[in-house]
């Protein structure tokens, strides 16, 4: 009969250890997939265009002076030199090198 218990303890706290996992699983995934599914936050930011030494672009930051790598459309290529307010969203790749995709580009005055 001891063996018996045993055997019921033993059944019990398994499954009460499968309880407990998959909620608090379920609810990890719940709660990356809004993150992923938020939609992207657009961004503008003023300074001056320049061509790198790579051959992309890059804005001496109005505020900070700071360098940032631009991608974006074609028409950068006409704004290379000027004051330009770009519109994008900042993206990170998979070795976590940072830059800023432009969607838009408007002269800044």
Known sequence: MTNLSTRQILASLVTFSLLAIVPTSALALQ???PEEQAPEEK???TGQL???EAGGYV???Q???ESITITG???L???VGTMVRLTGRW???SHGYRYFAVTKVERAQ
């Open 31 to 33: 709660e990356q997939a």
């Open 43 to 45: 961004v503008t930011l």
């Open 50 to 52: 320049a061509e790198s």
């Open 59 to 61: 804005l001496i930051e």
């Open 63 to 65: 505020e900070s002076g």
């Open 73 to 75: 459309p074609a028409e």
């Open 77 to 79: 290529a006409q704004a």
């Open 91 to 93: 993206v990170e790749d």
